[in-house]
């Protein structure tokens, strides 16, 4: 295994940084400013025209069926269904997230951090279930593995489970990892960013 650290990786604090070929293909076309720009555009475009289309279609609706829930017309969801449109506003994304009731992240992030993001997707990224699919899925998950568990911490699954946030926790036990909500605590007064 090699220990040399590749380009735009930053390793965590004990760990070596190991990238995959197609990664470490990514990360040495962005030489040039332009480049770096068009490719990350280029994905921006391309996944969320995918997103929506896999989206919309996951849930059995046709184009028009989309544009009924938010009050548009079949033109515009064909619009934003197409990788070179582009032009997706905030506005618009809150929209669609609220109507395929998933969340909508937007951040900033290095390149490396694109290049990951670039060879991982995969179909439940593209198309995460809603909000009621994941709660069933997870329900059904901390109940199977409440019932393996020897550990009589794990979240007790006839309760109402508070589905955020989520820690992992591991138990040495059953040797599993178990996926249980983290306690919420109050919220502070102070703000958020000073």
Known sequence: MS???????????????????KE?????SLVTKEYREALAIEHVNTTLAIQIRKLRENRGWTQ???AEHLGK????????????????SMTTLKELAA???VALLVKFVSFSELAKDMVSLS?????????NQEKYYLTNDIIWQSSN???????DANKTLPLLPFQEIN?????GAFLCASKIAEPKKEPLYA
């Open 3 to 21: 220990t040399e650290l590749q380009l735009g990786q930053i390793p965590s604090p004990g760990r070596l940084a190991i990238i995959s070929d």
């Open 24 to 28: 470490r293909q990514i990360q040495e």
């Open 64 to 66: 028009n069926e989309l």
């Open 73 to 88: 017309h079949q033109e515009t969801v064909s619009q934003w269904e197409n990788p070179d449109y582009g032009r997706h």
């Open 99 to 101: 109507t395929f009731d």
């Open 123 to 131: 179909k439940t990224r593209l198309s995460p279930p809603s909000f």
């Open 149 to 155: 568990a020897k550990d009589t911490n794990i979240i």
């Open 171 to 175: 138990n040495t036990q059953t040797g």
